[in-house]
C-alpha cells in the first residue's frame, strides 16, 4: 500500500478545456437575427432578445427612459393587461426578466421547453405589443423613484454615481442607467413609446437560444409565425466618438457625516473590442482584481486601513470606466487616496512579476469552464459575444488568448490607460476634517450627493 506524502504539493490536473457546440444562425423575413444553440442536458430554454440600444440612447433630461421603458413590458399589452400578463407567466412557469446598461437593452426568459411555445408568444407580445398604460407607468415611476431616494441614503452609492460623472462629464456615459430624481419625474408613457417605436426594432435586435430545442426548421417556422408581424426600419444609431479622459485631475469632495469615507479613483479605460483588451484584464486582475492584489495588500494587509479595496476595468461598445473603490476610516483619507496613485502609477512605470502574471492568467482561465454550466450561462455568453461583434469561437480561444499576454503587454496597456494626473478622485465623508490635505492633490470641489456645486 502506497503511503500519501502530505509533505508533498499535489501536482496539478490538466487545464480545463472549453468544448461548446456551434451555434447556428439564421435571419427571419423582418430582419430579427436569431443564434441557436442546443443545450439539452436538462428540458430547458433559455432565451435572451438582446437590442443594441440602451441608456446612452436616452435624451439627457429623460434619462432613464431605456430602464422604464424595459421594466414596462409586462405591466400590460394592447391585448392584455398587467395582471392578465402576470397571471400568463405564471401559468406558464416563465421567469422573465430585464437587463439594460449604456450601450444595450436585453430581455431574458427561462423556461421548461414543453412551454417554449408560450414563452416564444408571451416574449413577442411583451416585446413588440406593450401598452404604456398611464397608471402603470406612473406605478413605475414612483418605484423608481424610491429606488434612487433610497440610494443616496447609501455612501457607497453616491461616491460611485459621482464618479462616473466626474469622469464622463457630458458623454452619455456620464449618465446615470436609471436617470435622476429630476430626470425620472419628467417621464411619460410618451417618452417611452417614443424610445419603443425608435429603438426595439426588429432590424437591431438579436435572439438567442439555448437548450432544449426542436430542429431548425421548426423552430424557424415558430419564430416566423409569432415575431413575423414585427415591422419597422433601422434603428437611428448615435455615431459617438470614445470618450477622452479630462485634461487635469478633478477632485470632488462631498461632505457626508461618520467617521469612514468612501473613495473613489477613476478615469476612461478601453473599448471592448480594443487589442489590449487581454492585457487590460491582467492589469485589472494585479492592481486590484483579485484578493491578493496591489491595492488589496497594500490598503489592507499592510496598512490595515480598509476592509477591502477593489479595482475594476468595465470595457464597454466604447471607452469604459476603470476605477478603484474602497471605503477606510476617515483619518487617513488623503493618505489612502496617495497609496491609490502610487499604485495605480507603479503599473505604468515597472512591469508586473513573474507570480503576478502566474496568479492573474490563472484567475481569468483556470474557472472560466464554471461560467458554461447552465443553459444561462451559456446564453448570456453569447449575448456578450453578439454585442461586443467577437467572433463566434471566441470563448473557445479566450485562454489562450489571456495566457499568450506578455508582462511587457500590460505595461504598456497600463500606460495607454492609466494618467493619475487626469483622473477623478471622489471622496464621500467628513470632508472638513481633511480639506486641507485633499488640496494637496489638486483643487478640492465641493459637491452635494447629487453632484451638484456646493461652495465652502
Request: proline residues 6%.
Amino acid at each position: 500500500m502506497t503511503e500519501l506524502d502530505r509533505r508533498a504539493r499535489p501536482a496539478p490536473g490538466p487545464e480545463p478545456q472549453i468544448k461548446l457546440p456551434r451555434f447556428t444562425r439564421f435571419q427571419l423575413k423582418n430582419g430579427l437575427s436569431v443564434l441557436v444553440m442546443r443545450h439539452d442536458d436538462m428540458p430547458e430554454v433559455s432565451g435572451r432578445l438582446l437590442f443594441l440600444r440602451g441608456a446612452a440612447n436616452d435624451r439627457r433630461d429623460r434619462a432613464g427612459t431605456a430602464l422604464m421603458v424595459a421594466r414596462a413590458l409586462t405591466e400590460g399589452t394592447k391585448e392584455r393587461s398587467a395582471r392578465e400578463i402576470a397571471e400568463w407567466a405564471g401559468h406558464l412557469g416563465v421567469r422573465f426578466g430585464v437587463d439594460v446598461n449604456h450601450d444595450s437593452s436585453m430581455l431574458s426568459f427561462h423556461c421548461l421547453s414543453r412551454v417554449l411555445d408560450g414563452a416564444l408568444e408571451f416574449l413577442a407580445e411583451v416585446t413588440t405589443r406593450p401598452a404604456f398604460a398611464e397608471d402603470e407607468v406612473a406605478r413605475l415611476r414612483d418605484e423608481r423613484l424610491d429606488e434612487i431616494a433610497a440610494g443616496m441614503d447609501e455612501p457607497r452609492v453616491v461616491a460611485s454615481l459621482r464618479v462616473r460623472e466626474a469622469v464622463f462629464g457630458e458623454d452619455p456615459y456620464g449618465m446615470r442607467v436609471g436617470g435622476t430624481d429630476e430626470t425620472v419625474r419628467s417621464i411619460e408613457p410618451g417618452t417611452l413609446r417614443d424610445f419603443h417605436e425608435r429603438f426595439y426594432r426588429p432590424s437591431a435586435a438579436t435572439l438567442i437560444l439555448v437548450g432544449d430545442l426542436p430542429d431548425a426548421a421548426t423552430l424557424e417556422r415558430q419564430l416566423e409565425s409569432v415575431f413575423g408581424g414585427w415591422e419597422g426600419p433601422s434603428a437611428p444609431s448615435l455615431g459617438l466618438d470614445d470618450p477622452v479622459p479630462a485634461d487635469r485631475r478633478r477632485i470632488w469632495a462631498i461632505p457626508w457625516p461618520g467617521p469612514q469615507t468612501e473613495i473613489r479613483v477613476g478615469g476612461v479605460g478601453i473599448a471592448r473590442r480594443d487589442d489590449g483588451y487581454a492585457a487590460a484584464m491582467l492589469m485589472n486582475s494585479i492592481l486590484g482584481g483579485l484578493f491578493s492584489s496591489r491595492i488589496n495588500m497594500n490598503l489592507r494587509e499592510d496598512k490595515g486601513w480598509t476592509y477591502g479595496a477593489r479595482s475594476r476595468v468595465q470595457a464597454r461598445a466604447r471607452r469604459g470606466p476603470l476605477y478603484v473603490a474602497t471605503a477606510v476610516d476617515a483619518r487617513v483619507s488623503v493618505e489612502a487616496v496617495q497609496e491609490i496613485l502610487g499604485e495605480m502609477d507603479l503599473m505604468r512605470s515597472e512591469a508586473p512579476g513573474d507570480e503576478e502574471m502566474t496568479l492573474a492568467v490563472n484567475s481569468l482561465t483556470k474557472s472560466l469552464p464554471r461560467l458554461f454550466e447552465t443553459a444561462e450561462q451559456v446564453s448570456g455568453r453569447i449575448a456578450h459575444q453578439v454585442l461586443h461583434e467577437l467572433p463566434d469561437d471566441y470563448w473557445e480561444g479566450y485562454a489562450d488568448m489571456i495566457r499568450s499576454v506578455r508582462r511587457e503587454d500590460v505595461q504598456r496597456v497600463a500606460q495607454r490607460i492609466i494618467d493619475i494626473n487626469r483622473v477623478a478622485v471622489v471622496v464621500v465623508g467628513p470632508v472638513a476634517d481633511f480639506r486641507r490635505e485633499l488640496e494637496g492633490l489638486g483643487p478640492a470641489e465641493i459637491r452635494d450627493i447629487y453632484g451638484r456645486p456646493a461652495g465652502g
